[in-house]
């Protein structure tokens, strides 16, 4: 007797369960949109680290930035501006006071189901000041602890993602 349908995989356009092809990203873009921000937000885990805990003044600082899905389906975050992700020293974005300009244009941060993004930047280990008016100035920091943080940069009053270690400088 012959099947009245093919099996699943045999033909070119086959497709999953759901009704998408399998390898399309315009399906998995349509999925994403199904999950409520809230939760898409919730399942983003940012982990952040530096290659050591103690610098000297002046020292370069590695910093490893980690952005993961951590559900199986894929998920999309807006974010209010282009800035997708960013790093703060003490709370100063890229460890400087001076003004910074990113296009309004809303973005998203897209995730395939579990994966992975990772990011690393280099901090020269200097604070950035801007004085009288748009004199910018190069500023060793002193002595003690300092918080990195790296976060996702969402439009939420709580920061949305993120993740924070502490570093010393001697």
Same mark, same amino acid.
């Given at each position: 007797?012959?099947?009245?349908?093919?099996?699943?995989? =045999?033909?070119?356009?086959?497709?999953?369960?759901?009704?998408?092809?399998?390898?399309?990203?315009?399906?998995?873009?349509?999925?994403?949109?199904?999950?409520?921000?809230?939760?898409? &937000?919730?399942?983003?885990?940012?982990?952040?680290?530096?290659?050591?805990?103690?610098?000297?003044?002046? %020292? @370069?600082?590695?910093?490893?930035?980690?952005?993961?899905?951590?559900?199986?389906?894929?998920? %999309?975050? @807006?974010? @209010?501006?282009?800035?997708?992700?960013?790093?703060?020293?003490?709370?100063?974005?890229?460890?400087?006071?001076?003004?910074?300009?990113?296009?309004?244009?809303?973005? =998203?941060?897209?995730?395939?189901?579990?994966?992975?993004?990772?990011?690393?930047?280099?901090?020269?280990?200097?604070?950035?000041? =801007?004085?009288?008016?748009?004199?910018?100035?190069?500023?060793?920091?002193?002595?003690?602890?300092?918080?990195?943080?790296?976060?996702?940069?969402?439009?939420?009053?709580?920061?949305? @993602?993120?993740?924070?270690? =502490?570093?010393?400088? &001697?």
């Amino acid at each position: 007797m012959e099947r009245s349908r093919p099996r699943r995989g =045999t033909e070119p356009n086959s497709s999953d369960e759901l009704g998408f092809d399998r390898d399309s990203r315009a399906s998995a873009r349509v999925l994403a949109r199904v999950v409520p921000h809230a939760l898409a &937000r919730r399942a983003i885990d940012v982990s952040v680290a530096t290659d050591r805990d103690v610098y000297e003044r002046d %020292e @370069p600082v590695e910093i490893t930035a980690t952005f993961e899905n951590r559900l199986p389906i894929p998920v %999309e975050l @807006p974010t @209010p501006t282009q800035r997708r992700w960013g790093w703060t020293v003490d709370g100063e974005l890229e460890a400087s006071d001076e003004r910074r300009y990113v296009r309004a244009r809303p973005a =998203t941060v897209d995730f395939r189901g579990g994966e992975q993004k990772r990011v690393s930047v280099t901090w020269n280990g200097r604070l950035v000041r =801007t004085r009288h008016g748009n004199q910018r100035e190069s500023v060793l920091p002193e002595p003690g602890e300092y918080e990195i943080r790296a976060f996702v940069a969402t439009r939420e009053v709580d920061g949305g @993602p993120s993740d924070s270690t =502490t570093i010393a400088i &001697r």
